[in-house]
């Protein structure tokens, strides 16, 4: 807010020196600075990829897989889970291999030995499209961001029936994607009785932040160091 020019990160994989600023402003959502130039480390896109689709009859059933799959040895490109059309169908987990076009049969076949007996079935085309570009977010609804972990999804789940949603765990459960038409002052109050944070990322403009902020006092002590005039949107 003083209009300093400050650099942060390094060209080294690992960097200890200093306070982490990049994942600093990163998680302000810009109310503490302007970021002015990036740098983005990236890497070689897969050759080819495979898709395995397994149906669950409940939750608990998939969320054991799920935890069985993020402890495995396997390097999955995604591990995704979601309600399975119709509504009373289960639970849909999505796996998805990356890498050599000569190495990826042979994953995708240890792939299906370790999840033995369940059936899975092989898919690609434009599963993950819908995906990349949240089409699968109705128009004018609200997509929420809320970190978890796969213990807590049972119970978010629970509260969600109250209201019309449409959702997806992703990273291994440790994500949910939430759309909603929702009502702000609902969502609120569902997040914070279960002490989860929410970070609205489509939808009608307001607030930006739902449920519990664990951080805001350090967050409130470090705009005070950085924007001390409050030139910036309040945290």
């Not at 402003?25 to 740098?39: H, Q």
């Not at 040895?73 to 995604?78: I, S, T």
């Amino acid at each position: 807010g003083a209009g300093n020019l400050v650099r942060g990160g390094a060209k080294v994989v690992k960097n200890a020196a200093g306070f982490d600023l990049p994942k600093l402003m990163v998680g302000s959502l810009g109310r503490l600075g302007v970021l002015a130039e990036l740098t983005f480390k990236v890497f070689p896109a897969p050759e080819t990829y495979a898709t395995l689709a397994l149906i669950y009859p409940d939750l608990t059933a998939a969320l054991k897989d799920v935890v069985r799959l993020s402890l495995s040895p396997l390097e999955l490109h995604a591990l995704d889970l979601e309600p399975a059309e119709p509504a009373d169908a289960g639970w849909r987990l999505w796996l998805r291999l990356g890498g050599l076009a000569d190495a990826l049969p042979a994953r995708t076949e240890r792939l299906r030995t370790f999840l033995s007996p369940v059936v899975a079935e092989s898919v690609e085309d434009g599963v993950w499209e819908t995906v990349k570009e949240l089409s699968w977010v109705p128009a004018g609804w609200r997509l929420i961001k809320i970190p978890l972990t796969p213990k807590r999804i049972p119970a978010l789940e629970t509260s969600l029936q109250e209201i019309e949603t449409r959702r997806r765990y992703s990273a291994g459960g440790n994500l949910c994607w939430l759309a909603t038409p929702a009502d702000v002052p609902v969502l609120d109050r569902l997040l914070t009785v279960l002490d989860l944070s929410g970070l609205v990322l489509l939808g009608p403009a307001g607030t930006t932040r739902l449920g519990t902020d664990p951080g805001a006092p350090f967050a409130r002590r470090i705009k005070q160091a950085l924007d001390p005039d409050a030139r910036f949107l309040d945290l």
